[in-house]
């Protein structure tokens, strides 16, 4: 286990081999705004230092040029469009229903934090989430995150702290819960509009300019007609700075803390900045776009083409950049469910990009959706509201639209030159994608595609795992259920609603018919398979031996542990027993044996004994004599009986806790012992006519009641008492088995 190590922030440390600790730290509507990758002005130290210490990405891409489907993306592995979420999920419930879009994000969808906690993860996210809405919408307890924090006291500044606010509360999470792997979301509000930097924040840049030359492409011709611009430069830069300086003091206790090597941080921006024409009256709208054509509420790369730094030490080559690789933000999942060992759920739209995030460039397979639908007026109304890329090139289209537009990333990133007429069939083919995309977003009833076997069978101790493949439009969710109930993540029992269902140890309690039922507001379909646990039987309680009378009803039973079906024989003195002529129950677990003449006398093996089997194995219990004895006893005659192996429930009533010298057992059964030997409890075995009856001495605070003490006779039967019933009133005598072979002699009552 990781070792607690001191330091100021009273962190841990993690040992080798830990499995590795997760950071996903997204800011809000930043742009290029990192010194160290090219913006003139803005001072970013920390995450200059991040860039020296991992790798970046110079081909990310977001999901959306908005908040919310982004977010959907990165927790759900899928196109946010596919959830009916295109664009930002407003407070105004109305505005969602008009844009035909949910509340919220569906809670049964295997999310990234479910595969996190799978894996034994500790869950947090700490700043902004914006992904339900409403009254009616799930906390996100709801969402597989086990501790969050999505507010902060508002202060003068509004949000121009909160940065620093979420990382005091993460620092707080990951204090609490270092010692153990955890998966954090540290979403920050900045750098959204408004920012309002304090006179602290904006003193960083006494004196400094931020002349519009300084930019490289679409930003500089974008910021020649900003009002205000150096105002606007310096508010923005000021906040820009807190954020860096939030990010850096996250880095420094990582590394006080002992997590830093141990750790995979991901820092990215959800979209592209604000863009000022949108007469917003909030926005400054001066994020750096660098070279790339669009902002924020466009598809065009400025919108969606996002700085992307990992670190891992040790793993990911430090102070390298990856200019070939295209990931998106769907690509998280996935590549995380990988990080952790655990299973990557199918037909997601991300790709498993592990191995590009450690340092290792590959082409992607499957290309880039986009659906935007903007609500957004002037220089935006008229952008495309569908975009695909697929290897280097890039169409954006909608019906409707007089010309696509198709550029060619690799020669063209800034999408400069539309290169549709001249590539009519690369055109054609990305066009078509688009539309069976379209296609695809239509509700469909889910359908399966793979599914476990009818039945299975397991021994005890194995561990068994069923996977449901299915897709649908919405994504479809999973539930498992057993014999009717639907069943909940315990120990020993993960994936209970996601489509691969792990039972680990099975047991004899485990069998059962199993359903997966799959799910969207399609409809519903199911994949079922039934579990049988095969265990041969043992005897958990053997036959004891009986004493009768003469006339007597003997009765044997024997208990087992075994899988279905149990079959039984019972044998006496080797011979199967077959029911009639007093017989009854030879074929079950329980034996009554009548009309045995006196004398009789059997014992051991020579009795009765009963033979269990199930298809896996068998057992022969042990046997167990029967003694029947002819009526003619004297008319009262009293046996001290003394329990053998100490009283029923040992363990259960030793201790004395009245402190008067007598075991609770003793007190409870009321019972004391001749001689002062209080070893081990005694009755009264009283034989009255043909009845036998059994007494106990009562004593309840050093005072004897009921029938007093009897002297011992020389002949003793010993009573083992295997249940006890009632001990206030009756005992229940299953065997007395003599002890000598001898005549009583009458006793009389003290």
Same mark, same amino acid.
């Given at each position: 286990?990781?070792?607690?190590?001191?330091?100021?922030?009273?962190?841990?440390?993690?040992?080798?081999?830990?499995?590795?600790?997760?950071?996903?730290?997204?800011?809000?509507?930043?742009?290029?705004?990192?010194?160290?990758?090219?913006?003139?002005?803005?001072?970013?130290?920390?995450?200059?230092?991040?860039?020296?210490?991992?790798?970046?990405?110079?081909?990310?891409?977001?999901?959306?040029?908005?908040?919310?489907?982004?977010?959907?993306?990165?927790?759900?592995?899928?196109?946010?469009?596919?959830?009916?979420?295109?664009?930002?999920?407003?407070?105004?419930?109305?505005?969602?229903?008009?844009?035909?879009?949910?509340?919220?994000?569906?809670?049964?969808?295997?999310?990234?934090?479910?595969?996190?906690?799978?894996?034994?993860?500790?869950?947090?996210?700490?700043?902004?989430?914006?992904?339900?809405?409403?009254?009616?919408?799930?906390?996100?307890?709801?969402?597989?995150?086990?501790?969050?924090?999505?507010?902060?006291?508002?202060?003068?500044?509004?949000?121009?702290?909160?940065?620093?606010?979420?990382?005091?509360?993460?620092?707080?999470?990951?204090?609490?819960?270092?010692?153990?792997?955890?998966?954090?979301?540290?979403?920050?509000?900045?750098?959204?509009?408004?920012?309002?930097?304090?006179?602290?924040?904006?003193?960083?840049?006494?004196?400094?300019?931020?002349?519009?030359?300084?930019?490289?492409?679409?930003?500089?011709?974008?910021?020649?007609?900003?009002?205000?611009?150096?105002?606007?430069?310096?508010?923005?830069?000021?906040?820009?700075?807190?954020?860096?300086?939030?990010?850096?003091?996250?880095?420094?206790?990582?590394?006080?803390?002992?997590?830093?090597?141990?750790?995979?941080?991901?820092?990215?921006?959800?979209?592209?900045?604000?863009?000022?024409?949108?007469?917003?009256?909030?926005?400054?709208?001066?994020?750096?776009?660098?070279?790339?054509?669009?902002?924020?509420?466009?598809?065009?790369?400025?919108?969606?083409?996002?700085?992307?730094?990992?670190?891992?030490?040790?793993?990911?080559?430090?102070?390298?950049?990856?200019?070939?690789?295209?990931?998106?933000?769907?690509?998280?999942?996935?590549?995380?469910?990988?990080?952790?060992?655990?299973?990557?759920?199918?037909?997601?739209?991300?790709?498993?990009?592990?191995?590009?995030?450690?340092?290792?460039?590959?082409?992607?397979?499957?290309?880039?959706?986009?659906?935007?639908?903007?609500?957004?007026?002037?220089?935006?109304?008229?952008?495309?509201?569908?975009?695909?890329?697929?290897?280097?090139?890039?169409?954006?289209?909608?019906?409707?639209?007089?010309?696509?537009?198709?550029?060619?990333?690799?020669?063209?990133?800034?999408?400069?030159?539309?290169?549709?007429?001249?590539?009519?069939?690369?055109?054609?083919?990305?066009?078509?994608?688009?539309?069976?995309?379209?296609?695809?977003?239509?509700?469909?009833?889910?359908?399966?595609?793979?599914?476990?076997?009818?039945?299975?069978?397991?021994?005890?101790?194995?561990?068994?795992?069923?996977?449901?493949?299915?897709?649908?439009?919405?994504?479809?969710?999973?539930?498992?259920?057993?014999?009717?109930?639907?069943?909940?993540?315990?120990?020993?029992?993960?994936?209970?609603?996601?489509?691969?269902?792990?039972?680990?140890?099975?047991?004899?309690?485990?069998?059962?018919?199993?359903?997966?039922?799959?799910?969207?507001?399609?409809?519903?379909?199911?994949?079922?398979?039934?579990? $049988? #646990?095969?265990?041969?039987?043992?005897? %958990?309680?053997?036959?004891?031996? *009986? &004493?009768?009378?003469? @006339?007597? =009803?003997? /009765?044997?039973?024997?208990?087992?542990?075994?899988?279905?079906?149990?079959?039984?024989?019972?044998?006496?003195?080797?011979?199967?027993?077959?029911?009639?002529?007093?017989?009854?129950?030879?074929?079950?677990?329980?034996?009554?044996?009548?009309?045995?003449?006196?004398?009789?006398?059997?014992?051991?093996?020579?009795?009765?004994?009963?033979?269990?089997?199930?298809?896996?194995?068998?057992?022969?219990?042990?046997?167990?004599?029967? $003694? #029947?004895?002819?009526?003619?006893?004297? %008319?009262?005659?009293?046996?001290? *009986? &003394?329990?053998?192996? @100490?009283? =029923?429930? /040992?363990?259960?009533?030793?201790?004395?806790?009245?402190?008067?010298?007598?075991?609770?057992?003793?007190?409870?059964?009321?019972?004391?012992?001749?001689?002062?030997?209080?070893?081990?409890?005694?009755?009264?075995?009283?034989?009255?006519?043909?009845?036998?009856?059994?007494?106990?001495?009562?004593?309840?605070?050093?005072?004897?009641?009921?029938?007093?003490?009897?002297?011992?006779?020389?002949?003793?039967?010993?009573?083992?008492?295997?249940?006890?019933?009632?001990?206030?009133?009756?005992?229940?005598?299953?065997?007395?088995?003599?002890?000598?072979?001898?005549?009583?002699?009458?006793?009389?009552?003290?």
């Amino acid at each position: 286990m990781p070792t607690r190590r001191s330091s100021d922030l009273g962190g841990t440390a993690q040992g080798e081999g830990d499995p590795p600790n997760v950071i996903m730290i997204l800011v809000d509507d930043m742009g290029w705004d990192i010194a160290a990758l090219g913006h003139p002005h803005v001072k970013t130290p920390n995450l200059d230092r991040l860039v020296s210490e991992g790798r970046v990405f110079e081909n990310f891409y977001v999901a959306s040029p908005v908040c919310s489907p982004t977010r959907v993306s990165f927790m759900t592995g899928h196109q946010p469009s596919r959830f009916g979420i295109h664009d930002f999920i407003s407070s105004n419930l109305r505005v969602n229903m008009r844009r035909n879009m949910p509340n919220y994000l569906d809670t049964d969808v295997v999310l990234v934090t479910d595969v996190a906690k799978r894996a034994g993860y500790r869950t947090g996210h700490f700043g902004k989430w914006h992904l339900s809405r409403g009254s009616n919408a799930p906390r996100l307890t709801d969402y597989g995150i086990d501790e969050f924090r999505t507010s902060w006291p508002i202060n003068n500044h509004y949000w121009s702290y909160s940065s620093h606010y979420f990382v005091d509360a993460a620092i707080g999470f990951l204090d609490a819960n270092g010692d153990q792997p955890f998966y954090l979301n540290l979403w920050f509000f900045q750098m959204h509009d408004p920012l309002v930097a304090s006179s602290a924040q904006k003193r960083v840049y006494d004196g400094e300019t931020f002349p519009v030359e300084d930019f490289d492409s679409y930003m500089r011709d974008y910021c020649v007609s900003m009002p205000d611009a150096h105002e606007r430069f310096l508010e923005y830069n000021a906040v820009m700075t807190s954020v860096d300086g939030a990010v850096g003091r996250l880095l420094d206790y990582l590394e006080q803390a002992g997590l830093a090597e141990n750790t995979l941080l991901l820092f990215t921006s959800d979209n592209g900045p604000e863009d000022y024409r949108l007469n917003l009256s909030s926005s400054l709208g001066c994020g750096n776009t660098g070279r790339f054509r669009g902002r924020k509420r466009s598809i065009y790369e400025g919108g969606v083409r996002m700085p992307c730094i990992a670190r891992w030490p040790g793993v990911i080559p430090a102070g390298t950049v990856d200019t070939t690789s295209v990931i998106c933000s769907s690509d998280w999942l996935p590549s995380i469910a990988t990080l952790l060992g655990e299973f990557v759920p199918p037909f997601l739209d991300g790709e498993d990009r592990l191995e590009v995030l450690k340092g290792t460039p590959s082409a992607r397979a499957t290309p880039i959706v986009w659906e935007y639908r903007s609500d957004a007026v002037g220089p935006l109304s008229n952008a495309p509201q569908f975009a695909i890329r697929d290897g280097r090139w890039k169409l954006l289209w909608e019906e409707g639209l007089a010309e696509p537009e198709l550029y060619d990333l690799v020669d063209d990133p800034e999408e400069r030159h539309n290169v549709a007429a001249l590539e009519s069939a690369v055109v054609a083919t990305l066009r078509q994608k688009i539309e069976d995309f379209q296609g695809e977003l239509a509700p469909r009833v889910p359908e399966i595609h793979s599914q476990p076997p009818a039945n299975e069978t397991s021994d005890p101790g194995d561990s068994v795992s069923w996977m449901v493949e299915a897709s649908g439009s919405p994504p479809p969710a999973f539930q498992w259920y057993r014999n009717g109930v639907a069943l909940e993540n315990r120990s020993g029992l993960q994936g209970a609603s996601s489509p691969l269902l792990t039972i680990e140890n099975v047991g004899l309690s485990d069998t059962g018919d199993y359903v997966c039922e799959v799910k969207n507001s399609a409809g519903t379909v199911e994949s079922s398979v039934q579990l $049988t #646990v095969e265990l041969a039987p043992t005897v %958990t309680r053997h036959p004891v031996p *009986v &004493f009768l009378w003469d @006339g007597g =009803v003997a /009765s044997y039973s024997v208990s087992v542990i075994a899988s279905e079906p149990i079959s039984y024989q019972w044998l006496r003195n080797g011979v199967a027993l077959s029911d009639g002529g007093g017989i009854e129950g030879s074929r079950t677990a329980y034996l009554l044996i009548g009309g045995l003449p006196a004398p009789l006398s059997l014992s051991g093996s020579a009795g009765y004994r009963c033979q269990v089997w199930n298809p896996v194995g068998a057992i022969l219990s042990e046997g167990a004599g029967v $003694t #029947v004895i002819a009526p003619g006893a004297p %008319t009262f005659e009293t046996w001290h *009986v &003394f329990h053998l192996g @100490g009283p =029923v429930g /040992s363990g259960t009533y030793e201790e004395d806790s009245d402190g008067d010298g007598w075991n609770n057992f003793h007190e409870f059964a009321g019972v004391t012992n001749p001689n002062d030997d209080r070893s081990k409890p005694y009755f009264d075995v009283v034989w009255v006519g043909d009845a036998l009856e059994v007494h106990y001495n009562r004593w309840r605070g050093g005072v004897e009641t009921g029938f007093g003490s009897y002297e011992t006779p020389e002949l003793r039967y010993e009573l083992e008492i295997l249940e006890a019933t009632n001990w206030e009133s009756s005992l229940e005598l299953l065997s007395l088995v003599r002890s000598e072979e001898h005549t009583p002699e009458l006793q009389s009552q003290a």
